[in-house]
């Protein structure tokens, strides 16, 4: 296990967190000029990076930011799970080359008065994108701070006007062997499936994700659009999402199928509830070395432990 | 063929450096800053993946010996198996400073509580008695039958790392899974030998110290 190297980009092509914002600052200033010029020289100022040319021009902050330090760039797109390409947490960046992210549309369906698909260039519009920058807490005990580029899920989900039905939400990842190799082993039930219920879709937190760290999402971290859901634990937010159903019932989801004592629905970052098989009391921050304590709700316990009153968190893990 | 004893010696003396290759490679990620996001996962996981590779090692060689009719590879047999023990230790070390920080009540809580952390701490510490009885002069303390009793712990002891493995693991068992395949192996064709040395005419006790 993890005997592999790790591949992928040299600590010397990685943009420094301070580059990283000036460029941000220079890209602003270059928005607010306006002018095809202005961004041309952008992308010419900073010739050896290729992704330059396609951030996003004008990110605004966004609410619930935290302020820790961000985690590396290289280790939010190299260190990951993202089973569909392989279950080591290097695997995703090694084999993730192949999915094609254009074109690409999300049919959203269901207990919906408006059910529409997509086009990802008409989602990318469908309201300003802000940076959000959240803590993201895995299962397995590890944890992040990253910078999304996104919108609230809410102006999605209001624009398709959902029935009296609708109680839940479910997200399907893109099912296709072919682009997303380890489709071809049997390790889940593909394709895979999440859900969210109606009040935590809504909430204002929950983020329809179209990048990090101001650029379009790798392939590696969900492109081209993807669900972050910062309370729960990662594997909540769905990937390269394709469509979004809305129903009544409460949807079986993919890890819950897989090993129903293991991971439940809801799966909120709880610290008092472990893992059958080890502790969630704690976790490692990525780029530090002692563990910390984790956060009831990963932290975000006064935005959204309403949604949760009165329900033993126990019971519906 | 029999070999000449000095080149016993080269080959074990090469088999020794070789046996610290992981570590070195460990090494050398570390020092090159080539550990990935999670360098602590990365050393214990990578630890652990040769703990079991050398009691596999280990647990090869009398198969492999009547297999090729090699009697020398007996003579790599311990060191193997105390590479096995360093690198158990290497795993465990990581574990309780690097992984926990030496918060023992917790500790003591995942060694309880956690079926893959009880497993795995149990075959650490059954291997404790087997590192320490490994010398000859232990041989001779012990006499030869007894030790050899004693020594038999280690199967328990490979069926016990590879559960640990096997219950560690999230979804993907593929690697568990090649490490129980691999332990059956060695110990079916153990088994096979043994029926067969039974049916001959061999007298029993000549049959039981073939055994090991």
Redesign the interface.
Known sequence: ???R??TGIK?SEITSQSLYRGRREFIRAAAVLGTAGGLAAASLLTPRDARSATKFADLKKGPFNTDEPLT?F??IT??NNY?EFG?D??DPSANAGKLKTRPWTVKVEGEVKKPRTFDIEDLLKLAPLEERIYRMRCV?G?SMVIPWVGYPLSDLIKRVEPTGNAKFLEFYTLLDPEQMPGQK?P??DWPYVEGLRMDEAMHPLTLLSVGLYGRPLPNQNGAPVRMVVPWKYGFKSAKSIVRIRFTSQQPKVSWEL??PNEYGFYSNVNPTVDHP???Q??E?R??E???RETLMFNGYGDQVAGLYAGMDLKKFF | MVLQPRYVTWIKTAAFFACLIPLARLAWLGVHNRLGANPIEYITHSSGWWTLAFLLITLSVTPLRRLLNQPWLLRLRRMFGLFAFFYACLHFTTYVWLDQFFDWPEIVKDVGKRPFITVGFSAFVLLIPLAATSTNAMVKRLGGRRWQILHRLVYAIAALGVLHFWWLVKKDITEPFIFASLLALVLIIRLLYLLKQQRSASPPSAARSQVA
């Open positions: 296990m993890l005997i190297r790790p600590p590396a290289e280790s190299t260190y089973y279950t947490k290097e397995e590890w082993q390790i889940l897989s090993a098989r080890w502790s009391a704690k490692r990525i780029g070395f002692r563990k």
